[in-house]
Nanobody, 123 residues
Framework: QVQLVESGGGSVQAGGSLRLSCAFS????????MAWFRQGPGKEREFVAA????????YYGDSVKGRFTFSRNNAEKTAYLQMNSLKPEDAAVYYC????????????????WGQGTQVTVSS
């Protein structure tokens, strides 16, 4: 049974910080790229960040560069998204994903998805 479970969402004021976690288990191979996508109300799902299986390479969407940091601890089977300087436009449901394809920025690059965790940002 493959499971990706997001946690850490909540409500914060603009300028605040939040850390999301993605606990993963049951993946049939040892190495996976991982990613965060988000979908705000009335918006399309968009790419937020990705990380290689070893954590050596990270990728960020233009809207979050310099504010978000993606990391992972494979021994603990957990990935983290540290979100700083949050803006109202960051409010969305955030989804964790895992895949073994060569690309990182598209939904089709990922096979497994979590259920999502909600982030709300107020002014």
């Amino acid at each position: 049974q493959v499971q990706l479970v997001e946690s850490g969402g909540g409500s914060v004021q603009a300028g605040g910080s939040l850390r999301l976690s993605c606990a993963f288990s049951g993946l049939p191979f040892s190495s996976y790229n991982m990613a965060w996508f988000r979908q705000g109300p009335g918006k399309e799902r968009e790419f937020v960040a990705a990380i290689s299986w070893s954590g050596g390479s990270t990728y960020y969407g233009d809207s979050v560069k310099g504010r978000f940091t993606f990391s992972r601890n494979n021994a603990e089977k957990t990935a983290y998204l540290q979100m700083n300087s949050l803006k109202p436009e960051d409010a969305a449901v955030y989804y964790c994903a895992a895949g073994r394809f060569t690309g990182v920025r598209n939904e089709a690059d990922y096979t497994y998805w979590g259920q999502g965790t909600q982030v709300t940002v107020s002014s």
